[in-house]
Nanobody, 125 residues
Framework: QVALVESGGGAVQAGGSLRLSCTASGFSFRRYNMAWFRQAPGKEREFVAA????????YYADSVKGRFTISRDSAKSTVYLQMNSLRPEDTAVYCC??????????????????WGQGTQVTVSS
């Protein structure tokens, strides 16, 4: 049974840091591109960051570039999102996602095969 389980969310003041984790099971994690998306109340789900399985190349939304870092540990079937210099506008539910395709672009949630339930991140000013 496929599962993606996020952890590490919470409440933090602006300027603080959090590290999210997403542990996968039930599929070949090493062969999947992994990503983080977020959704704030009343807004569309938006791409945050992704990492390709073949090259470990990473990609970021402009809004988080230089502040967030995505990484993966295939031995632990886990993808991480290190979030620094957090801002109130980063407040959202953060979900991890897995994509099997090696040719699709990484920014559209429609192209992902598996999703986690999400973890809440709240940044206060």
């Amino acid at each position: 049974q496929v599962a993606l389980v996020e952890s590490g969310g919470g409440a933090v003041q602006a300027g603080g840091s959090l590290r999210l984790s997403c542990t996968a099971s039930g599929f070949s994690f090493r062969r999947y591109n992994m990503a983080w998306f977020r959704q704030a109340p009343g807004k569309e789900r938006e791409f945050v960051a992704a990492i390709r399985w073949r090259t470990d190349n990473t990609y970021y939304a402009d809004s988080v570039k230089g502040r967030f870092t995505i990484s993966r540990d295939s031995a632990k079937s886990t993808v991480y999102l290190q979030m620094n210099s957090l801002r109130p506008e980063d407040t959202a539910v953060y979900c991890c996602a897995a994509m099997y395709s090696d040719t699709q672009a990484l920014g559209s949630p429609l192209d992902y095969d598996y999703w986690g339930q999400g973890t809440q991140v709240t940044v206060s000013s």
